[in-house]
């Protein structure tokens, strides 16, 4: 059973900083593109960024670029979020997601965690 | 960026009754246009790919369909468990952009 466990999410001040972890189970972590969605409260779904299998390729949405930085740890089956200089923006629900491939493009995400919550109050 | 427009807001449908729902993309995003579902409380879920494609397990009731910039979901026969929000995303151009939703409630 695949699973997805996010972790690391809390209160943090206007200008601080956090890092997100998400713990991965049940399929071959190492060969798979993961991703970071977040979702303010009451509100859609945002995609935040991406990471393929061997971290050469990542991207970023222009909303968290320069401030959030993703990577992976293959040998431990885990994808961290690490995000800087966090403004009220930033509180929202942030899932893990695997996403899976069609042909050459790895951009649906067909499983995801239940998600943590990041609150950016002072 | 691509905006991706969905269509309505809220759509009150009686249970049994047939739901469609829409979603419209800013430029032409071909085939590239995924839904998802999203109970109250829970991680969005994989519904269709490629625009049509039903993700595994899923019921025959959901049906995908359209290209280009317009797309459509439908529901046949709604159950109980439909009733959510529904997401549209485009996966044809970075950055990947989502639709706001579609919330499904009961008539």
């Known amino acids: 059973e695949v699973q997805l466990v996010e972790s690391g999410g809390g209160l943090v001040n206007p200008g601080g900083s956090l890092r997100l972890s998400c713990a991965a189970s049940g399929f071959t972590f190492s060969v798979s593109t993961m991703a970071w969605v977040r979702q303010a409260p009451g509100k859609g779904l945002e995609w935040v960024s991406h990471i393929g299998s061997q971290s050469v390729y990542i991207y970023y949405a222009d909303s968290v670029k320069g401030r959030f930085t993703v990577s992976r740890d293959n040998a431990k089956n885990s994808l961290y979020l690490q995000m800087n200089n966090l403004g009220a923006e930033d509180t929202a629900i942030y899932y893990c997601a695997r996403a899976e491939c069609t042909g050459s493009i790895c951009r649906i995400f067909d499983y995801w965690g239940q998600g943590t919550l990041v609150t950016v109050s002072s | 960026e691509i905006v991706m427009t969905q269509s309505p807001a809220t759509l009150s449908v009686s249970p049994g009754e047939r739901a469609t729902l829409s979603c419209r993309a800013s430029q032409s995003i071909s085939s590239n246009l995924a839904w998802y579902q999203q109970r109250p409380g829970q991680a969005p879920r994989l519904l269709i790919y490629g625009a049509s494609t039903r993700a595994s397990g899923l019921p025959a009731r959901f049906s995908g369909s359209g290209s280009g910039t317009e ?5 046949s026969s709604l ?13 044809n151009n970075w950055p990947l952009t989502f639709g706001q939703g579609t919330r499904l409630e009961i008539k």
């Open chain 2, 79 to 91: 159950q109980s468990e439909d009733f959510a929000v529904y997401y549209c995303q485009q996966y």
């Open chain 2, 71 to 75: 797309f459509t979901l439908t529901i």
